[in-house]
Nanobody, 115 residues
Framework: VRLVESGGGWVQPGGSLRLSCAAS????????MSWFRQAPGKERELVAR????????VYANSVKGRFTISRDNARNMVYLQMNSLKPEDTAVYYC?????????WGQGTQVTVSE
């Protein structure tokens, strides 16, 4: 299993970023995928989850209406479109695959929102 995140960076408040996760090593299209984030001194938290077919999504209350998770099963990719970013969105963002309770993580991508 390999998960590789990209797309992080620095952005001013109100800006946008699109994160990508390239997945390999497992049957991608039938599996729910998630984005988590971890801010300094805080626990890792779920940001968004998408079903295997992409027809069902779940979002943390803190990002609802601002973030959109999507996937391309033909390319084994998961995306997180982040709009109206706030300083409190600053964190390392991780792609997650969790079959049968076993967590697989990517290396993470840093998102920094500041003036």
């Amino acid at each position: 299993v390999r998960l590789v995140e990209s797309g992080g960076g620095w952005v001013q408040p109100g800006g946008s970023l699109r994160l990508s996760c390239a997945a390999s090593g497992f049957a991608f299209s039938g599996i729910s995928m998630s984005w988590f984030r971890q801010a300094p001194g805080k626990e890792r938290e779920l940001v968004a989850r998408i079903s295997g077919a992409g027809t069902s999504t779940v979002y943390a209350n803190s990002v609802k209406g601002r973030f959109t998770i999507s996937r391309d099963n033909a390319r084994n990719m998961v995306y997180l479109q982040m709009n109206s970013l706030k300083p409190e969105d600053t964190a390392v963002y991780y792609c997650n695959y969790s079959p049968l309770g076993i967590d697989y993580w990517g290396q993470g991508t840093q998102v920094t929102v500041s003036e």
